[in-house]
C-alpha cells in the first residue's frame, strides 16, 4: 500500500460510511420500542458494534477488488457492491423511516442476494476479500430472521397461525 492507495481506500469507506448513515438518520424510536421482539434479539447497544467492523470490512474488501482486479474485470463486482450499499441504506430507512416491517423484510432478500453476489464475484479477483465478508453475511442472515420473526410477532393475522 502507497499514497496513490489513499484516495480510492476513502472513497470506499466514503460510500460505506453514506450507507451506514442510514442507521443515524433512521433510528429505533417509541414504535420500535414498543413492539414484541423475541427473547433472543441482542440489546440495542450491540448493533452498533457490530455494525462498525462491518462496514470497514466492507470498505476494505471493495478497495481489494478495485486495486486487484484486472482492467475491465471489477464492472460487475462493484456494480453489486454499489448496489448492496444502497440496499444497505434502504433497510434502515423502511424498517425504522416508515416503519414497514413488511417492505424491509422483501427487501433483506435483495440485500442479502447482493452479498451473495459479492462474495462470489469478488473471490476469483481476490479470495480474501470475498472472504472477509462471510461474517457480514451471517449477520445479514441473521438480521433477515429477525426482521421476519418481529414481523410474525406484531402482526395479528401472522401470529394467530401458530
Aim: hydrophobic share 55%.
Amino acid at each position: 500500500m502507497d499514497i496513490s492507495d489513499l484516495l480510492p481506500i476513502a472513497i470506499f469507506a466514503g460510500a460505506n460510511f453514506a450507507a451506514a448513515c442510514s442507521g443515524a438518520f433512521f433510528k429505533p424510536d417509541e414504535w420500535y420500542e414498543n413492539l414484541k421482539k423475541p427473547s433472543w434479539q441482542p440489546p440495542n447497544w450491540l448493533f452498533p458494534v457490530v455494525w462498525t467492523p462491518l462496514y470497514i470490512i466492507m470498505a476494505v474488501s471493495g478497495w481489494m477488488i478495485w486495486r486487484d482486479a484486472e482492467p475491465g474485470m471489477a464492472t460487475l463486482p462493484l456494480a453489486i457492491y454499489g448496489a448492496h450499499l444502497v440496499f444497505n441504506f434502504l433497510w434502515s430507512a423502511l424498517f425504522f423511516g416508515l416503519k414497514r416491517m413488511d417492505w424491509a423484510l422483501y427487501e433483506i432478500v435483495f440485500l442479502w442476494a447482493t452479498l451473495v453476489g459479492i462474495i462470489v464475484t469478488f473471490h476469483p479477483i481476490n479470495s480474501t476479500a470475498a472472504y472477509i465478508m462471510l461474517p457480514y453475511l451471517v449477520w445479514a442472515s441473521f438480521a433477515a430472521y429477525l426482521n421476519f420473526v418481529v414481523l410474525r410477532m406484531n402482526t395479528p393475522s401472522l401470529s394467530k397461525a401458530n
